[in-house]
């Protein structure tokens, strides 16, 4: 009785300290959105929704609107993950399908040390080695791409080198290490048996991974790439070094444009008028809230996939 007594309050203890470590996320999350909330009430009250709509910002004048970093983070990320994704989708299915074994671990393993490498030496690399690069071709581009009607103006802008595309660019390379760590090591757990079984029908390499493999691992795919977008979301230095740091809303990719990361970064320290610094929160409050949107939506996606399969079957 004493062992079986001692058993149950060691398992009591486990329970009780397992619950204040999962109840601790939860406050922490809690303390992070009520102090975002206080520090924005004033503009949150004050200027309202036009400081989302508005892309204005003048501390001079007390003048603050969020659209210019929110446009400038939203096309910065889409613009890493239309790059980035294809090109980690390929790295993975090299890895997992065609690699030879012995270039399988030494790939696998650069891949996993450029998620290690600092974003502010990722910034370096863009400003002295990236920019020179696109500048150089943005004449090129200007004269044939943006000759074409309607989405011709894309690829006009200054031949800076820095700018949207540019920052997008950066990113792409960052969030390639993680969506295509996630897929290699979500790919690697479709049971052989399934892919052999579609070999032996007389399926291609890309039959496999198209119509075994993709929907075998489509959570952990779609997982993957939310990682990545998540990251491209809130990246600070890297894109703080090439995009200009530009209050302007531009459809014009070689424009220098902003994001909500790279705002923080500029003006947090300099920030004395309270004002000023409570517009500063609201961009963080509005980037919290863009992750959260984006999670949600990986979320409905999987659940719509998985609904669609109950009727199928």
């Known amino acids: ?144 791409l943006g000759q074409i009607p309607v989405v011709g103006v894309i690829f006009q802008g200054p031949p800076m080198g820095i700018g949207v595309l540019t920052a997008g660019l950066i990113l792409s390379v960052m969030v390639i290490p993680f969506i295509a760590s996630v897929m290699r090591d979500v790919f690697e757990t479709t049971p052989a048996i399934l892919k052999e079984s579609a070999y032996g029908l007389g399926a291609t390499t890309w039959e496999v991974v198209w119509n075994v493999v993709l929907p075998y691992t489509k959570a952990g795919v779609i997982g993957g790439i939310m990682l990545g977008l998540g990251r491209a979301l809130g990246e600070t230095m890297a894109v703080t070094f090439v995009i200009g740091n530009a209050y302007n809303i531009s459809m014009q990719l070689f424009e220098p444009g902003n994001s909500i990361a790279s705002s923080l970064a500029n003006e947090f320290n300099e920030a004395s008028d309270p004002a000023h610094m409570s517009a500063l929160i609201t961009l963080g409050l509005t980037l919290f809230a863009l992750s959260f949107v984006v999670l949600s939506l990986s979320r409905w996606m999987l659940s719509s996939l998985k609904s669609k399969e109950g009727k199928r079957t």
């Open 1 to 144: 009785m004493s062992h079986s007594n001692s058993f149950r309050r060691q398992d009591a203890i486990f329970a009780r300290t397992t619950q204040f470590f999962a109840l601790l996320v939860l406050a922490t999350l809690a303390g992070i959105i009520a102090t975002l909330v206080i520090g924005s009430w004033q503009t949150l009250t004050q200027t309202g929704p036009k400081f989302f709509v508005s892309d204005v910002w003048d501390p001079v004048q007390n003048l603050y609107g969020g659209m210019a970093p929110l446009w400038g983070t939203v096309v910065t990320a889409t613009i890493a993950l239309l790059v980035g994704v294809p090109l980690s989708f390929g790295i993975a299915i090299f890895l997992t399908e065609m690699c030879p074994p012995a270039l399988k671990r030494p790939l696998g393993t650069a891949v996993e040390l450029l998620a290690a490498v600092p974003s502010i030496i990722y910034g370096m690399w863009g400003l002295f080695i990236l920019t020179p690069l696109i500048a150089s071709i943005q004449p090129t581009l200007t004269a044939t």
